[in-house]
């Protein structure tokens, strides 16, 4: 039963770990499409740009991205992707 309970708790553990990451790949392709689009890029062009972030240029660009969600978003990361979905970020 301990075994069980440990193995379950590990787990989920991973599963949030995991969801983690993905939610921080999103909120710095989201910073990415939004940077694009206010410096003139088309809503296309900014979402390839976005697609094109892996985990790794996504590590590169997470101060940049909190910086804005601190400032613009009241440190809300769901606000900052809202906001890039209702400019047409399609992530």
């Given at each position: 039963m301990v075994i069980v309970s440990v193995v379950g708790g590990?787990?989920?553990?991973?599963?949030?770990?995991?969801w983690s990451i993905k939610r921080g790949q999103k909120t710095v392709r989201a910073f990415v499409f939004l940077s694009a689009v206010a410096d003139g890029n088309s809503v296309e062009s900014a979402n390839e740009l976005a697609k094109?972030?892996?985990?790794?240029?996504?590590?590169?660009?997470?101060?940049?991205?909190?910086i804005m969600?601190?400032?613009?978003?009241?440190?809300?990361?769901?606000?900052?992707i809202s906001h890039a979905r209702r400019e047409g970020f399609d992530q």
């Open positions: 590990i787990s989920l553990l991973l599963l949030v770990f995991l094109r972030i892996d985990l790794f240029a996504a590590s590169e660009l997470q101060k940049k991205a909190m969600v601190e400032m613009v978003f009241g440190g809300s990361q769901l606000k900052l």
